[in-house]
């Protein structure tokens, strides 16, 4: 029996087949039309494990547009599955921090990989992967290039003050045009980040093992903010950006076997 797991978030669409022993995940641009997207992945994984939409006997749907989703058996939150996908990449995980495309959160996770607290901020792009993204552009760079670019040690850092996305452009745009180097904008920008999921994060009584999950995570160098301010370790794991898909999909599976 094969199971799948599909993410459907606001920036990338992630697809996990599981069979109960083999799992493998896909990721692809949600573009304009996410639910296109979403199905062309889908697609492409089945087509990949030598099947079809038939041979699927369970289809979770989660993220942003999983209300969007026409083939899903069922769909649940982003939280739930987070949760789930992160205490199968990491076993006895404690707190989950997720920074995606749009949203942030920091979720408190049991033993079973079960949610006993959480907290969400999917009302303004502070703090984002979308942040990111403005930032990043405002420097000349994408969020690649961004994250590959060496902090320069005991450089100076920056401070950006504003929280807003559209005056925290403008302020780096200010820095730039006093003389400051990238990196010591850059560096701003991760503590200012940082400092916002920190707080966030505060308030559900973070607890070692932390994992840190979601594309924005690909950050080596926010990563290293993050643990800064929290004072404790922030994991990575391999698939970290697909937690969320192989948490519905590990969902899905509990289905077929239940
Ligand atoms: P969603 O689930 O909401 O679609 P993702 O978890 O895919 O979001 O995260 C998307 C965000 O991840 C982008 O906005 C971007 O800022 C960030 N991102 C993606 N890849 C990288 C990378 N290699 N380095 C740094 N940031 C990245």
Known sequence: MIVAG?????????????????????????????RAEATALLGQAVANWDTDLEGLGYIIGTGYGRVNLPFVSKSMTEITCHAK????????????IDIGGQDAKA?????NG????????????????????????????????????E??????VCTINSMCTVFAESEVIGLLNQGYSRQAI????????ASRIATMAATVCPQSAIVFTGGVSQNV????????????PVIVPDRAVFAGAIGAALYAWDEVTK
Request: charged letters at 15%; a negative charge; aromatic letters at 8%.
């Open 85 to 96: 996908g992160a205490a199968f990449l990491y076993p006895g995980v404690g707190t989950v």
């Open 114 to 149: 079960k949610v006993s607290d959480f907290i969400m901020n999917d009302k303004c792009a502070a703090g984002t992967g979308r942040f990111m993204q403005v930032m990043a552009n405002a420097l000349g760079l994408d969020v690649v290039d961004m994250a590959q670019m």
């Open 221 to 232: 160098w926010l990563c290293s903010a993050l643990e800064n301010k929290l004072n404790m």
């Open 6 to 34: 599909i993410d459907a978030g606001s920036t990338t669409v992630k697809v996990t087949l599981y069979d109960g022993t083999r799992m493998e995940s896909w990721l692809g641009l949600a573009g304009w039309n996410p």
């Open 151 to 156: 902090l320069l040690p005991g450089e100076e």
């Open 186 to 193: 850059m560096a701003g920008i991760y503590q200012s980040i």
């Open 107 to 111: 979720i408190r996770v049991d033993g």
